[in-house]
């Protein structure tokens, strides 16, 4: 809503009568009145705003040495020093000095309601809970799970198929790690025939003349290398560690 007192810094002009003075002078007084009460924010040749209450920025200079005195139905926000750096407070009717930032962030222990938990010491044992030492998590970006959740040291786990535990075989040991993204199938088969006595040796339907001993290397027609890859897709895996 639009203030009920204009706000005019062009007059009075020079041009005005002396006995009209009393009545820019009252004009005036309820004017600033009036916008220190809501905008603090005064602009030439005002005749309205529907911005009630709405301020660029609020600044604290010069931090309170000390906690302001409560108030019936008022709650003090100010700034008072903590280590030689200004820190936001509140002071409420009941004489509560709440600090509300702390080194550049918010002091959430002292907001009641910001988080189920009411300290930050809370919240890091909830997670704790959630995400315990030895949780694997797969994630689609690189950051580190430590700095996305806030808790814990994480390993990642790299170039490697995660498998559920057996009871037994080959994936019954937690942690053990095996296996190849691809083998080499080239081989060779040696034959050995032997002929002794009258008998002929024979390989096939072919005859063999000689009745002694003879080895045949047959060569493997596989490719010498086969893949071994599932269908796969990538991620970042990490396990927390401590």
């Known amino acids: 809503m639009p203030y009920t007192e204009t ?3 062009t007059k009075p002009a020079g041009g005005r009568n002396v006995n009209l003075g009393d ?16 905008d603090h924010h005064f602009v030439a040749d005002e005749t309205g705003k529907t911005n009630i209450g709405l301020h660029k920025k609020v600044s604290f ?40 930032t702390s080194g550049g962030g918010i002091m959430a222990e002292s907001i009641s309601g910001v ?18 030492i030895g949780y694997v998590i797969t994630l689609g970006v690189s950051t580190n799970p430590g700095t996305l959740l806030g808790i814990g040291t ?9 498998v559920g535990k057996a009871a037994a075989g080959t994936f019954n040991t937690l942690d053990a790690t095996g296996g190849a993204e691809s083998v080499n199938l080239s081989h060779t088969h040696a034959t050995t025939i032997i002929a002794g006595g009258t008998e ?12 002694g001993q003879h080895e045949h290397s047959t060569d493997s027609k596989l490719s010498a290398t086969q893949s071994l890859l599932q269908p796969y897709i990538v991620k970042y895996v990490w396990q927390r560690t401590a």
């Open 61 to 100: 200079y010069t931090p309170l040495a000390s906690d302001p005195t409560a108030e019936t139905s008022v709650f003090h926000l100010y700034s008072k020093d903590v280590s030689d750096k200004a820190e936001l407070f509140g002071t409420d009717e009941d004489d509560n000095n709440i600090q509300l």
């Open 154 to 162: 994480w390993t990642a786990i790299t170039g490697t198929v995660i």
């Open 7 to 9: 706000w005019d810094e």
């Open 23 to 38: 009545n820019d002078i009252r004009e005036f007084k309820s004017a600033v009145r009036e916008r220190l009460a809501t």
């Open 115 to 132: 988080y189920a938990a009411a300290n930050t010491a809370a919240i890091a044992t909830i997670m704790s809970l959630i995400y315990p």
């Open 200 to 211: 002929e040796a024979t390989a096939g339907n072919g005859i063999l003349a000689d009745k």
